[in-house]
């Protein structure tokens, strides 16, 4: 069974940062696509950026030039920097892999991100 546990989240003013983390427990090459999405109340999931097993990455629309997604092979790790964040950045930010073998797909439980006004 695929784990994503991911850590980072937390409670920031209009136009901070934060970099939130998911570490996998398998082999990131395992997975064809690895990505981040969010949640808001009353809202439906939004993919927030995505990187493939390759290295190429899509943003969403709302937080291109702004977030800034990355890896570490190594450490199975995959990385959301997030700058000049706004109150509409405020939700649950979940990770997702999407295994290169099975039909599977996997989410994380999800870290809060707040962005105060």
């Known amino acids: 069974q695929v784990q994503l546990v991911e850590s980072g989240g937390g409670l920031v003013p209009t136009g901070g940062s934060l970099t939130l983390s998911c570490v996998v427990s398998?082999?990131?090459?395992?997975?064809?696509?690895m990505g981040w999405y969010r949640q808001s109340p009353g809202k439906l999931r939004e993919l927030v950026a995505i990187?493939?097993?390759?290295?190429?990455?899509n943003y969403g629309d709302s937080v291109k030039g702004r977030f800034t997604l990355s890896r570490d092979t190594v450490k199975n790790t995959l990385s959301l920097q997030m700058n000049n964040l706004t109150p509409e950045d405020t939700a649950i930010y979940l990770c997702?892999?999407?295994?290169?073998?099975?039909?599977?797909?996997?989410w994380g439980h999800g870290t809060q991100v707040t962005v105060s006004s």
């Open positions: 997702s892999a999407d295994p290169k073998f099975t039909v599977d797909f996997y």
């Open positions: 398998e082999n990131i090459f395992n997975f064809k696509n």
């Open positions: 990187m493939s097993v390759d290295g190429n990455i």
